[in-house]
């Protein structure tokens, strides 16, 4: 088939490298305008345009979707089919072109977690079990019939990224077997129900900071749903502190939440139930670095709270 691809971060890398060796051909790559960023104001690309360029795959990349010049240059591609990984919404216009229309690859097993932070959500929220999903897009957001879905365990130690990193495989080789599947016609689409619908809402700042009064088994879920980016924050006599990884322990917690206990070179919080161990965190302007160390740089060791 000759695709179209349109994505942009690190999470459609691995899809776009299993079409490009596969039978099918890309005719070209969309992805984001480069964008100034940092203190150095660096321009910017995104790691779907360095894939393309290094293999010589046509690059576009819009502004506006909506806008007359995008929609006549995919016109004049006529893709046979529109692939979507982690991009922006597509304008109706646009999805009415290819032959099969457009199909999206999304990191949660639909109709739960539709939207922009499904492996954040997925974790912050406590489940042990997730996916990715192909669909066909339509003119709502992840709300189109399922081709199809492959589960995975999320396991006790994974955090965003180590579940990131292995939702962006397991997509690479659901999305070829669905590629194969609209080339032969032999697919049966599952239409899904709204009533079973979550939502995983785009993750602002203030959405990652650490409420101590919540019992364990919650502070220690947003900890690793959100690390290592943007990661779960607190502050520290003042300052934000990022806090990355933590483990619950079984011992009670009979003193104010947030109040810091250190025991043996380890740092432990309360929380409204149980104690949390904090083992893997960043003060403002400082590196990460282990419990063990911060403990070390501490000048008082007592009557110290996360706030």
């Not at 099918?24 to 100034?36: E, F, G, L, M």
Request: glycine share 6%.
């Amino acid at each position: 088939m000759n695709i179209v691809y349109m994505g942009t971060p690190e999470f459609a890398i691995p899809t776009l490298e299993a079409i490009y060796h596969s039978h099918h051909k890309i005719s070209a790559v969309v992805t984001v305008p480069d964008r100034q960023r940092g203190r150095g104001q660096k321009l910017c690309t995104s790691p779907v345009k360095d894939f393309a360029i290094a293999r010589g795959i046509t690059v576009l990349q819009p502004e506006r979707l909506k806008s007359n010049e995008f929609t006549n240059r995919i016109t004049e591609i006529s893709p046979d089919l529109i692939v979507v990984v982690a991009f922006r919404i597509l304008p109706e216009r646009i999805i009415s072109i290819p032959r099969y229309g457009a199909i999206n690859l999304h990191a949660s097993l639909l109709p739960k977690y539709r939207g922009a932070a499904p492996i954040n959500r997925a974790i912050m929220n406590g489940e042990t079990e997730t996916g990715v999903t192909t669909f066909f897009l339509d003119k709502n957001v992840d709300t189109g019939n399922i081709i199809l879905q492959e589960k995975i365990q999320i396991c006790d130690d994974d955090n965003a990224t180590t579940l990131h990193d292995k939702l962006k495989l397991l997509g690479a080789e659901v999305v070829l077997r669905t590629l194969e599947l609209i080339e032969s016609g032999n697919y049966t689409l599952q239409k899904q129900r709204d009533v079973s619908a979550t939502m995983a809402p785009k993750i602002f700042k203030e959405d990652c900071r650490i409420d101590w009064s919540q019992n364990a088994i919650s502070i220690h879920n947003k900890i690793r749903g959100l690390s290592l980016y943007p990661a779960a924050w607190t502050t520290f006599n003042g300052k934000t502190i990022k806090i990355f990884s933590s483990k619950i322990t079984a011992l009670p917690s009979p003193s104010e939440s947030g109040k810091i206990v250190i025991n043996d070179k380890k740092l432990f919080v309360h929380t409204i139930d149980l104690l949390i161990e904090v083992t893997e965190l960043q003060l403002e302007g400082k590196s990460k670095v282990t419990a063990h160390d911060f403990i070390n740089g501490l000048r008082e060791k007592s009557n110290l709270f996360f706030r």
